[in-house]
Nanobody
Framework: QVQLVESGGGLVQAGGSLRLACAAS????????MGWFRQAPGKERDFVAT????????YYADSVEGRFTITRDNAKNTVWLQMNNLNPEDTAVYYC???????????????WGQGTRVTVSS
């Protein structure tokens, strides 16, 4: 089992920044690719970004490319999502996920956090 706990969400004005963190515990963190997803009110959960096990490869949804950055520190068992130039369309609950099966950038995510809410005001 892998336990994931997100933090860092909140209310921010359009154009602002937030940094989300996801702390992992349980099994060996470095064995897992990590992803960030988001679910806006009334919508399905969407992929945001992924990072491979070593941290050497990242991939983003078109909607966040150039504004968001995913990083990880395997020594700290943590993955982050730096979000810049936020706009109201980024408002959602953000989830981190861990998976071992798959080929970059497509993984099967087995473990999910509880989510952290991000609200961007106009």
């Amino acid at each position: 089992q892998v336990q994931l706990v997100e933090s860092g969400g909140g209310l921010v004005q359009a154009g602002g920044s937030l940094r989300l963190a996801c702390a992992a515990s349980g099994r060996t963190f470095s064995n897992y690719a990590m992803g960030w997803f988001r679910q806006a009110p009334g919508k399905e959960r969407d992929f945001v970004a992924t990072i491979n096990q070593s941290g050497g490869a990242t991939y983003y949804a078109d909607s966040v490319e150039g504004r968001f950055t995913i990083t990880r520190d395997n020594a700290k068992n943590t993955v982050w999502l730096q979000m810049n130039n936020l706009n109201p369309e980024d408002t959602a609950v953000y989830y981190c996920a861990a998976g071992r099966v798959g080929i970059f950038p497509r993984y099967e995510y087995d473990y999910w956090g509880q989510g952290t809410r991000v609200t961007v005001s106009s």
